[in-house]
């Protein structure tokens, strides 16, 4: 579902030293030599401090991003050349940001994602039911976005992704700032359409509860590097320690490639 092969990401940024008369433009490397595959059913948890560059891989890997160096294949094409195809596969979800439009009401965005994608009325349906169940959104789905709060409103923008059937969902930070009930909620959802779906998840997140509990496989990522490709269990063994916390800790204090 996911090929991504010696990824590399150069920004160039523009800094004036002290008493200097003109900036200077110097190289930043967000990313350097990532390469991992994802497989149908899997979830993968990208970890990584600030910094480490999970974000600019998950736009590199939708195509937002163009890679200075290394190859992603989404679905086995080019994100940025077969743009309508890979995104009519995957959801994308950033803890920052919403896809709703925020002056009316969740409902009519739903609607609204419906004809956007083409989605066939029985699967929409299917899939509108699903996540109005799952998601808890009956008290929600008549307010505008804008009247929710944040926990309404991640649940919201996560059963949004989820209509028109994705096979693949990006989740960068879906639980940040939430209170422990509706990150509760969140994890049982993404854990049972993991699992009785079959939909692959990439997760980013700094909880490391919502890694240990939706995910099995992981990368972790320190400065751009890839320091740590395979299972969330044989992490913990080579550590011998059951606290993700502690391990992800001693990984970043080491800072070598385990």
């Given amino acids: 579902?996911?090929?991504?092969?010696?990824?590399?990401?150069?920004?160039?940024?523009?800094?004036?030293?002290?008493?200097?008369?003109?900036?200077?433009?110097?190289?930043?490397?967000?990313?350097?030599?990532?390469?991992?595959?994802?497989?149908?059913?899997?979830?993968?948890?990208?970890i990584g401090e600030n910094g480490a560059g999970k974000s600019t891989l998950i736009k590199c890997a939708l195509g937002i991003l163009s890679p200075t160096e290394g190859q992603i294949k989404l679905f086995g094409e080019d994100p940025r050349k077969k743009k309508n195809y890979c995104m009519s596969k995957v959801g994308v979800v950033f803890g920052q940001k919403?896809?709703?439009?925020?002056?009316?009401p969740v409902k009519e965005s739903y609607l609204a994602m419906k004809h956007i994608y083409k989605v066939d009325k029985n699967v929409f349906n299917r899939n509108y039911e699903m996540v109005m169940e799952l998601l808890d959104l009956k008290e929600i789905i008549?307010?505008?976005?804008?009247?929710?709060?944040?926990?309404q409103r991640m649940r919201a923008d996560i059963g949004l992704v989820l209509l028109h059937g994705p096979e693949l969902l990006?989740?960068?930070?879906?639980?940040l700032g939430l209170d422990i009930n509706v990150?509760?909620?969140?994890?049982?959802?993404?854990?049972?359409?993991?699992?009785?779906?079959?939909?692959?998840?990439?997760?980013?997140?700094?909880?490391?509860?919502?890694?240990?509990?939706?995910?099995?496989?992981?990368?972790?990522?320190?400065?751009?590097r890839q320091i740590y490709s395979?299972?969330?269990?044989?992490?913990?063994?080579?550590?011998?320690?059951?606290?993700?916390?502690?391990?992800?800790?001693?990984?970043?204090?080491?800072?070598?490639?385990?």
Avoid at 98 to 104: A, G, V
């Fill in 142 to 151: 008549n307010i505008p976005a804008r009247r929710l709060s944040l926990g």
């Fill in 183 to 224: 990150k509760r909620t969140i994890r049982q959802f993404l854990k049972q359409m993991n699992q009785e779906n079959g939909t692959s998840i990439l997760l980013t997140s700094h909880d490391l509860d919502d890694i240990d509990e939706i995910c099995d496989d992981a990368i972790v990522l320190s400065k751009g």
């Fill in 170 to 175: 990006f989740m960068d930070e879906p639980t």
């Fill in 98 to 104: 919403t896809n709703l439009w925020i002056d009316i």
């Fill in 230 to 258: 395979g299972t969330l269990k044989d992490l913990k063994h080579r550590y011998k320690k059951p606290d993700m916390d502690d391990i992800v800790s001693t990984i970043f204090a080491e800072g070598k490639v385990v």
């Fill in 1 to 46: 579902m996911l090929e991504v092969t010696d990824l590399s990401k150069v920004y160039k940024v523009k800094v004036k030293e002290e008493k200097a008369l003109f900036s200077k433009t110097i190289e930043k490397r967000a990313v350097s030599g990532v390469s991992f595959d994802m497989h149908k059913g899997q979830a993968m948890a990208c």
